[in-house]
Each structure stands twice: as C-alpha cells, then as structure tokens.
C-alpha cells in the first residue's frame, strides 16, 4: 500500500471507532420565522426583505446588469462599423 492509502485507511479506523455523541451541537429550525418574515405584508418586494445584504446584492446585480448591457451594445455598435484601411 502507499502511504497515501495507508493514511486515508488510518483515518477511515479513527473515524469508525468515534461514537455518536449527544453533546453536538443542537440546531435550531429557523424556518418558521424565516416564512413569517418574508410572508409579512410590509409592502416590500421579496428580493429586499432579507436586509441590508439583499439590498447591496440587489444593487449589485442591477449594475452590473447595466454594465454589462451598455457593453454589449458598445461593442455591437462597434462591430458595425465599417473598419478603417490603413
């Protein structure tokens, strides 16, 4: 056996020989409070209620989206453009 082997087979023996423990952490189900907030009727489009980090992903998104689309029409303009012989 090589020694990577050897080491993944001495590693897979460690981790079979653990029991499962009861001391993990306990997760906590957020989802109830996750729907009550996003099916309040506050007035807010969806996309924006999770906060200040959808607000700055949206703004994101909406700028590069106009970026990208001004590009795209620079370049086609660009390309319509009858190339000067030198």
Do not use: W
């Not at 001391?23 to 409070?33: D, F, G, I, T, W």
């Not at 909406?62 to 086609?76: A, D, H, I, N």
């Amino acid at each position: 056996m090589t020694t990577h082997f050897r080491h993944l087979k001495n590693a897979l023996r460690q981790l079979s020989r653990r029991g499962i423990s009861s001391s993990a952490c306990r997760q906590v189900n957020k989802v109830p409070e996750k729907q009550k907030l996003f099916q309040e009727d506050n007035g807010m489009p969806v996309h924006l209620k999770g906060g200040t980090t959808d607000a700055l992903l949206y703004r994101a998104t909406m700028t590069l989206t106009v970026l990208g689309t001004g590009y795209v029409l620079y370049s086609l303009f660009d390309a319509a453009q009858p190339k000067k012989k030198a």
